[in-house]
């Protein structure tokens, strides 16, 4: 009996991560879900947060953005995820900065006719879920 997952997670970018695991925990629209070895096929819409996997080498965490999620009944996970980064390798300040620029463009274009709020409330969801993500994981200096 196999007691593993395949798991995959893609961005329109690049495979971010693809391994066999024993579990992950997925924020999706409707709550956070674990997915241990034979659940039963589902598919789901991400929400951004914090995607944790439990492999042999033990556990990563990751902040993802929106997607999809389909868990298929030959243990195997797919995610395909707008944006999924590593907490070891986010970057604090520049997803502050990035956010800070967001909200300072919202700003400008308040009122203003044929403006993607959508697109400007998404950038900021999504650097404001990497600043949590990654400031609950990483040792901040301070002292800088």
């Not at 690049?14 to 070895?37: A, H, M, R």
Request: glycine share 4%; no cysteine; net charge negative.
């Amino acid at each position: 009996m196999n007691h593993t997952i395949h798991f995959k997670i893609a961005t329109p970018e690049k495979v971010v991560y693809e391994n066999d695991i024993f579990q992950v925990s997925i924020p999706t629209t409707t709550g956070e879900i674990t997915v241990l070895p034979h659940h039963i096929p589902l598919v789901s819409i991400l929400q951004a947060g914090e995607l944790k996997i439990k492999d042999n080498e033990g556990e990563h965490v990751m902040a993802i953005s929106s997607g999809f999620l389909e868990v298929r009944a030959n243990n195997e996970v797919i995610i395909l995820a707008d944006n999924a980064e590593r907490v070891d390798l986010i970057d604090i300040d520049r997803a502050e900065q990035a956010r800070k620029r967001a909200e300072e463009e919202m700003t400008k274009v308040k009122g203003q006719e044929n403006v993607d709020y959508a697109r400007l409330q998404a950038v900021i969801d999504r650097e404001m879920n990497r600043i949590k993500v990654g400031k609950k994981y990483k040792k901040i200096n301070i002292s800088k």
